[in-house]
């Protein structure tokens, strides 16, 4: 380097590191590396220990004929393809898709409409927040699958109710053509986490461009449908693929409601539900494993579809 380079290093108050400065600062980033990783032990070895371990296993085993009581026994493929003539496999993944296609929709309109109406601005948000929040927390709990086959039921708060207009109820759980919805109807109602963020999306959005589009003289559902809801595109998205994996994880609804037998006529056998029965029910842990990581595709593939298809109708400010 020329002396003049040299001079311009020094009035810029920069100077050439020498070899023992270089070696100081290289022998302090890997003591604060240390330090990072032992604090980050503890969830590394939970991660290998509770999520790795158990994938790699159950990868291993959907190759194998495995009882939970014997050895398991290399097969091979042929679990994925008992899968191909499954019948009961097939009407899981059919009530399975029905239940993902119309519950999801469902909420998030749900979950929207009521986060535009909270974001105007009402006295006491933060209850009304908290309060419609909750059936989030408690919807996948046993207590409110117990509460809502109590509620369908043949003397359930439903058909009280439709009984005051001279209707007579049924058992909306025990009839085939209705347990689907009873279900639909749970996860609907909990809409409280993507309101929470359709809320937080709408408080982000500037006031200025309602103020200009109202002095253009824009109605309130030419503002939302032209200016929030393309400025809302990415929560929406960030909720749609979080609900759908949710969704196709559905369990605990359906095996309290059914008990445990996706009934009746399994019209309520989620994949996950036929998935439980063949692993702890019938003891095949080899099929249920290859099941498992044949969901895992399916949210996959379902996944990588949204994510495609985000750029045609997702709007990002950049």
């Known amino acids: 380097m020329s002396a003049l ?9 920069k100077r050439p590191q020498t070899a023992a400065e270089k070696a100081f600062i290289k022998k302090d980033n890997r003591r604060d590396n240390k ?72 909420q998030l309109a749900a979950a929207l409409a009521l986060a535009a109406l909270l974001d105007r601005g009402l006295r006491g948000l933060a209850i009304y927040r908290s309060v419609y929040y909750l059936p989030s927390l408690l919807g996948s709990s046993v207590a409110i699958a117990v509460l809502w086959k109590q509620v369908f039921g043949g003397e359930g708060l439903v058909n009280q109710f439709v009984a ?10 025990a009839d085939p053509s209705t347990a689907l919805s009873t279900l639909i109807t749970l996860n609907v109602w909990t809409f409280g986490a993507p309101m929470v963020i359709f809320l937080a999306g709408l408080r982000q959005i500037p006031v200025m461009y309602h103020e200009a589009a109202q002095m253009d003289g824009a109605t309130k559902w030419q503002r939302f449908t032209k200016i929030t809801l393309p400025l809302l595109t990415p929560i929406i998205f960030f909720n749609l693929v979080l609900q759908i994996i949710h969704a196709f994880q559905a ?18 056998l989620f994949y996950t539900l036929y998935l439980y029965n063949r692993g702890f029910s019938n003891f095949d842990m080899g099929y249920a494993s290859a099941m498992a990581w ?25």
């Open 5 to 13: 380079g040299e001079l311009r290093k020094l009035s810029a108050g």
């Open 164 to 173: 005051i207009f001279g209707i007579e109820g049924r058992s909306w759980i």
């Open 35 to 106: 330090a990072a990783y032992l604090f980050l032990l503890p969830w590394l070895i939970g991660l290998a220990v509770i999520t790795v371990g158990p994938m790699v296993a159950s990868l291993a085993l959907s190759f194998t004929k495995y009882n939970l009581l014997q050895a398991p026994k290399f097969i091979g493929l042929d679990n994925f393809i008992r899968m191909m003539g499954d019948e009961r496999l097939h009407n899981s993944l059919g009530v399975t898709f029905v239940y993902v296609f119309v519950s999801v929709p469902l």
């Open 294 to 318: 044949f969901l895992l595709l399916i949210i996959g593939v379902f996944t990588a579809i949204n994510f495609w298809a985000s750029k045609y109708w997702v709007n990002y400010d950049d």
């Open 251 to 268: 369990f605990t609804q359906a095996f309290i409601v059914s008990g445990g037998t996706g009934g009746p006529a399994d019209s309520t």
